[in-house]
């Protein structure tokens, strides 16, 4: 019997990777066991920030801790831009596969009892088609699909186009077989993910608004998108989003900052004037919409004045939640070598204080919802608590009691003022 345990890092492209990698190793006859018990442990690792980084040697030296004699495969962003990583080491592992490998794993898996060459991570420059590898059997209520990969954009702090190429996207038609077929298994939303999902059919000389349009014809329920730009949220996208019958009102938006001058010293191509009408734009087009963005603070440079610009337009924006980052060196990038590097408790002190704003968006956001009718989506049930889990179109997670054991991936429309939302 050949067993196995793969852990995966990072964002949601990455951890449906990993399930399209553990579908492929059940396939093959493997089974999948704790980390003590398996024959190969698979690394499916993130590169986003310096901790991400640290993470890959400290698995790496559990799992050999915890299981001596286990093969280890690395895979993932880190094992992509090894070469990247002036002190990076990876002489535990015993197979390193770039993201573009690890995708077709089982050509792979055999090299691991070879003498020959175990590290196989070609230029992901050089991909330019999409690889359209999808999970055969979806277990979560939600699934996500996959349409794009790669970015075209070059943000002074980012690593991860090293790590992904440039942007390659999934053909409708490719989409579309996917959706049916998991709607045909009786799934009834989707989330469609990708690196920069804006930047989908660049290549094809189509836009992310011509794919949802055909996917609003398709018999799935409900769908979510991934993260946007600012400036890949147009009116005709609005305008189209807010009569959809399917399109979940709920946006993650990658702002970074909401300080112009930071944001033009991260080479993002907007202001933060534009970022906060989009926001306005987004409140008075949708009924108490989810809005979440990411944020960077402890940008080089980023002086007082600049953050507290940020922090007020956080604030005034009456955003749901906030997904804040301290800037992580990340070498062989322009913000890297730039003068003025913020000191760490500067940073964290930043974080803080948008990590405490966040709460309060959010809790503002749960009690506006509070007593209004919601369309819920059921989801597990937990064998501890006996309630399920169950997510509203415009992502508020609550719990529910029933006695039955069959509602997973049911809708029902419940009254938000009998749950206790905060």
């Known amino acids: ?14 951890q449906l990777e990993g399930q399209i990698i553990q579908d492929e190793l059940e396939r093959l006859g493997y089974i999948q066991v704790s980390l003590a018990k398996a024959d190969l442990y698979i690394l499916n690792s993130c590169t986003v920030t310096s901790h991400s980084d640290s993470q890959v040697n400290y698995l790496i030296n559990y799992a050999k801790r915890k299981n001596p004699k286990i093969k280890i495969i690395l895979t993932g962003c880190v094992a992509q831009t090894h070469k990247l990583h002036k002190n990076f080491k990876y002489s535990g592992a015993d197979l390193v596969l770039g993201n573009s490998e690890k995708i077709n794993i089982e050509k792979y898996i055999q090299k691991l009892f070879e003498e020959k060459n175990k590290f196989f991570v070609e230029d992901i420059f050089k991909q330019k088609n999409f690889e359209n590898k999808f999970l055969i059997n979806p277990k979560s209520t939600r699934v996500s699909i996959k ?55 660049l290549e094809l000389n189509k836009t992310l608004l011509d794919l949802l349009k055909k996917i609003e014809k398709t018999d799935i329920h409900r769908y979510r998108l991934g993260s946007l730009y600012v400036d890949e949220i147009d009116d005709e996208m609005i305008e189209f989003l807010k009569n959809s019958k399917k399109f979940c009102p709920h946006f993650h938006l990658s702002l970074q900052s909401l300080c112009t001058s930071v944001l033009k010293r991260m080479n993002r191509r907007y202001t933060a004037d534009e970022a906060m009408r ?118 508020i997670k609550i719990h529910i009691k029933d006695a039955a054991n069959n509602l997973q991936h049911s809708l029902r429309t419940v009254d938000l003022g009998e749950f206790d939302l905060l």
């Open 278 to 395: 989009l926001i306005d734009k987004l409140h008075n087009n949708f009924d108490l919409p989810y809005l979440g963005c990411d944020i960077i603070v402890g940008f080089p440079e980023e002086t007082d004045e600049e953050f507290e610009i940020t922090y007020k337009n956080l604030k005034e924006a009456k955003l749901s939640s906030i997904h804040c980052f301290p800037y992580s060196k990340r070498e062989n990038t322009p913000a890297f070598y730039m003068k003025n590097q913020i000191q760490n408790n500067v940073k964290t002190r930043r974080a803080e204080m948008v990590f405490q704003l966040s709460n309060e968006l959010n809790k503002n956001f749960l009690m506006q919802n509070k007593g209004k009718k919601a369309e819920i989506l059921i989801e597990k049930k937990s064998p501890k608590t006996g309630l399920y889990t169950a997510i509203t179109r415009n992502y």
């Open 147 to 201: 349409i794009q990969d790669g970015c075209n954009n070059r943000c002074s702090y980012c690593i991860i186009p090293y790590a992904r190429g440039n942007s390659r996207s999934n053909s409708i038609e490719n989409i579309i077989s996917q959706i049916n077929l998991v709607a045909n298994k009786g799934i009834k939303e989707i989330v469609l993910t990708g690196i920069h999902i804006g930047q989908w059919g």
């Open 1 to 14: 019997m050949k067993t196995f345990c793969i852990k995966s890092l990072g964002c949601k492209q990455n």
